[in-house]
């Protein structure tokens, strides 16, 4: 319940802010009596569509501190502590970075994840479940995992991608709405009626659905490259190793908003395989193979 609220919250904020935004620049009104302005629209869209992804990366380290009850390990207390902290720094060092925050969070499914708006100020955490599932071989393939995800700048990436879609599904399902209502409903009253209202809102859930095919794909194809990254840090075999320990798991998903960067996601195939923020673990385990030419 707790996530539920702070992510319903975060998302009021952010809608709040930007649209306070677009009022003060005076591009809400795109909507005038000698049509659609297209300058304002496109603003407005910009605004909505990058303001709110780029809100949310800086908010990221944050939110899934509190989401997921991630306890940072500023001053090691056991020896697992140690490892995981001297484990994350030596990586790090190997992939050019600055030392992440280290953080285990409670849950009895095997994951982690990586986030932060900054390469050198970033979060890499690990469950209790991750831990105690996997040994210290397994652990390290992991953690290569994600700091790979962070020296490929994999979060920014994703969130520039996800801006761009979102201004485009803002810009023309608005477009679509007001060329409904006053082109085939042929409404010419002042301002715009229920037609523009309801097609634009249509036009958005199925601009959205195409646009987070576009998203999902490309977030599959980073969890290849963090994999080979991850390989390439703690070994291909124990990457590998890693993700056998996965499939055999009794996996919980991380929540939608911060599934896209867990190393595991939702199984699924055929038309599922088009939504899901991570390919099959089978498939990614076949490319480190190919990887080590086993």
């Not at 990457?239 to 499939?247: H, P, S, Y």
């Amino acid at each position: 319940m707790k996530r539920v609220f702070l992510l319903i919250a975060t998302n009021i904020a952010v809608l709040v802010v930007l649209s306070i935004v677009a009022s003060l620049l005076g591009v809400d009104r795109f909507l005038t009596p000698n049509g659609l302005n297209m300058t304002q629209l496109l603003i407005f869209a910009f605004i909505f569509g990058f303001g709110g992804s780029f809100i949310s990366l800086a908010m990221s380290k944050w939110s899934a501190k509190r989401m997921m009850g991630a306890q940072v390990i500023t001053n090691p207390s056991s020896p697992a502590e140690v490892w995981l902290v001297e484990t994350v720094k030596k990586q790090a060092q190997m992939a050019g970075l600055g030392m992440p925050e280290v953080a285990v969070f409670d849950s009895p499914s095997p994951n982690a994840f990586a986030t932060g708006m900054n390469k050198n100020n970033a979060l890499v955490a690990v469950s209790t479940g991750l831990l105690q599932s996997m040994n210290k071989d397994e652990v390290e393939a992991v953690l290569g995992h994600e700091i790979s995800h962070v020296a490929n700048g994999d979060m920014v990436t994703l969130t520039l991608i996800q801006g761009i879609v979102n201004t485009f599904v803002i810009f023309f399902s608005r477009v679509v709405g007001y060329f409904v209502d006053r082109v085939i409903l042929k409404n010419e009253e002042e301002g715009h009626g229920i037609g523009y209202v309801v097609t634009s809102l249509i036009a958005q859930i199925c601009f959205g659905i195409l646009a987070s095919i576009i998203v999902m794909w490309f977030s599959r194809k980073r969890e290849y490259r963090a994999d080979a990254g991850g390989a390439k840090l703690a070994g291909v075999q124990n990457m590998i190793a890693a993700l056998e320990k996965l499939k055999k798991a009794v996996s919980e998903p991380l929540p939608d908003q911060m599934a896209a960067f867990g190393i595991n996601g939702k199984p699924g195939r055929g038309l599922k395989l088009l939504f899901m923020t991570h390919p099959p673990l089978d498939d990614r385990i076949e490319a480190l193979k190919k990887m080590a030419h086993f």
